[in-house]
């Protein structure tokens, strides 16, 4: 088992930036064999995946943050961060971290970012 606590979340103006954490307790060796993602739901919204980043370091963006959002992993710590620049209104929304390696798939509680204009 693998447990993901997120942390990072706040209120910004647009423009601005967050780092998102996403670490995870328990079996850390799947979480080295996991691929790392973060997903986001707005209210009202399906959750949207935005990033990945496979365990040999592939990383894959959906268009809306591609050049804006980092995605990146620390084995040692067992940690997966969100580097997001020039956030936007529209990227308000509860953020999820997501480890997954086929026969598992963990999920975090999320946490909130609001971005104001």
């Known amino acids: 088992q693998v447990q993901l606590v997120e942390s990072g979340g706040g209120l910004v103006q647009a423009g601005e930036s967050l780092t998102l954490a996403c670490r995870a307790t328990g079996s850390t060796s799947i979480f080295r064999l996991s691929t790392l993602n973060w997903y986001r739901q707005a209210p009202g919204a399906q959750r949207e995946f935005i990033a990945s980043i496979s365990r040999g370091g592939t990383t894959n963006y959906v268009d809306s943050v591609k050049g804006r959002f980092t995605i990146s992993r620390d084995n040692t710590e067992s940690a997966v961060h969100l580097q997001m620049n020039i956030l936007k209104p529209e990227d308000t929304a509860r953020y999820y971290c997501?480890?997954?390696?086929?026969?598992?798939?963990?999920w975090g509680q999320g946490t909130q970012v609001t971005v104001s204009s």
């Open positions: 997501n480890a997954n390696g086929g026969a598992h798939d963990f």
